[in-house]
């Protein structure tokens, strides 16, 4: 049985992963705690969508959510954060679908969420994490955009480019969701920078990060540009702007 008190609900976005969603979905139903699983579908065009709904049709735990195309992985994450709200879950999590995050860590982050924490991210850079066959240069960007976000916007998360989360409802319904400006990985960033910003509370569960081994990569160079405007697009939001204003106007009276 499991250690918190809630319902849980695992948000799934998926483009092109009809070789892994059944056997995901499998495995996360099969884990303590009945943690249902909603899959947001983009119009995978290799069928995705079509074994999503055999699936919900055989399992009331199972929900599905159909887009009319690829529209990033930010307004997946916002349109299954509201569709979750609106059913009433307590604990909302993430993951990918490529079996990068292994879903027997899941239940260790709503633990720990259940247990004070408002975001709890599955961690790479944590003591404990790991990283498992990616590339050389993916590993670099990966780490330096955790760097950069880690000094230049001071979010605390040393793995705040991880997909794989626990928030508290709490978090969801305070963090005004259509104005976060990022669509693709970097939603993951902003979202980071806004939960700890808002004063909510951040912890970190060590995983192992496993690239994936059926199916092909979405990341692009465009996604990697997208999130160093918007580091840099948050440090500029995150200015003292009347006081800057104030001090530069007052140099200009003494004058």
Known sequence: ????????????????????????VARLRALPGDIHVLIVDDNSPDGTGAIADAIAACDPG???LHRAGKLGLG??????????????????CTMDAD?????QSLPFL?????????????SRYVRGGTVVGSPPLRKFISYAANALAHIVLDVTARDCTAGFRCYRRQVLETIDLDAVFSSGYSFLVEMAFLVERAGFRT?????????????????????????MYTIARLRTSALPWDRIVAIYHGRLDRR
């Open 99 to 103: 079996f990068s995050h292994n879903p």
């Open 62 to 64: 199972v929900h599905v």
């Open 75 to 92: 307004t997946a994450y916002r349109a299954g954060f509201r569709n979750g709200l609106a059913r009433g879950y307590d604990f909302l």
């Open 203 to 227: 912890g970190e569960v060590p995983i192992t990060f496993v690239n994936r081994t059926e199916g092909a990569s979405k990341i692009s160079k465009l996604e990697i540009y997208k999130a």
């Open 1 to 24: 049985m499991p250690s918190w008190q809630g319902r849980a609900l695992t948000v799934v976005p998926t483009y092109n992963e009809r070789e892994n969603l059944a056997r995901l």
């Open 110 to 122: 709503i633990d720990k969420a259940a247990s004070g924490y408002d975001l709890v991210i599955g």
